[in-house]
């Protein structure tokens, strides 16, 4: 009998020493993650290339770089602003001279662009592996502080391309790597859609250009990666 007894104390034993490790064998860590912190703020760099119209006196794009802030939201809600500075060159033509041969010189580009964007996670507020797939879509603000090129003497006022101050419209997708809870990359492919005003010496008759509109939509597409700080 006291062996008996033993013997079932020592399988209770036994029973309560595997079942924790039996517990801990069988679990399998989640891939997805909750993103805790609710701000973050980065500085970007990349690239932009752009349509310069039917006529080519359009900004054709140049480096991008700049800053960004964002908040989330709740779920897979975010919004987020930011403000960037593309460099680069458009060129200076006279609509008098041949088709082919209206270039007559170039022009800086320096353009501040101002924008707002809702960005949807894919993922909703957590992450997959460390990633976060977005969509985004908003819409800002562009304008050109360049000064006039020397070749833009040459042409009448009228004639001159002038990029002024535009309003342009946004969307695309994005992804970002969280490395840690406080830090993160990203990196993100946009499309863009402007409006160049045709300047009004375009429209001469005597040129003989055709069908000339006041106006006319182009578009652009950016590539930029971030690096982010979040809180």
């Known amino acids: 009998m ?3 007894c033993s013997t079932l104390v020592l399988a209770v034993i036994a029973v309560g020493v595997a079942s924790p490790r039996s517990a801990i064998a069988q679990t399998i860590p989640s891939p997805y993650r909750f ?8 500085l970007f760099a990349g690239y932009m290339s752009a349509g310069t119209g039917r006529f080519g006196y359009g900004p ?10 964002g908040v989330e939201l709740s779920g897979p809600l975010a919004l987020e602003a930011a403000v960037g500075v593309l460099r680069g060159t458009r060129d200076v033509i006279n609509p008098a001279r041949p088709e082919g041969d ?5 022009a800086d580009v320096r353009l501040t662009m101002i924008d707002g ?3 949807l996670g894919a993922t909703g507020n957590r992450t997959w592996h460390g990633l976060n797939p977005f969509l985004l879509i908003g819409g800002g603000v562009a304008f050109d502080s360049a000064e006039r090129s020397a070749a833009e003497a040459l ?8 990029f002024g101050t535009k309003f342009f419209a946004t969307i695309g997708p994005g992804v970002r790597w969280f490395a840690t809870r406080r830090f993160a990359l990203r990196t993100d492919a946009v499309f863009s859609l402007w409006q160049l005003k045709t300047p009004a010496g375009f429209g001469d ?3 003989g250009l055709s069908d000339v509109a006041e106006s ?3 578009s652009g597409l950016s590539a930029t990666a971030t690096f982010l700080f979040r809180w």
């Open 2 to 4: 006291r062996a008996a």
């Open 35 to 42: 993103i805790e912190e609710k701000q973050e703020v980065g």
């Open 60 to 69: 054709s794009g140049g480096t991008l770089f700049g800053a960004r802030y």
């Open 102 to 106: 209206r270039v007559i010189g170039e």
């Open 117 to 119: 964007r809702m960005r």
């Open 155 to 162: 042409l009448d006022p009228d004639e001159i391309y002038k």
């Open 205 to 207: 008759p005597t040129l």
């Open 216 to 218: 006319e939509w182009v």
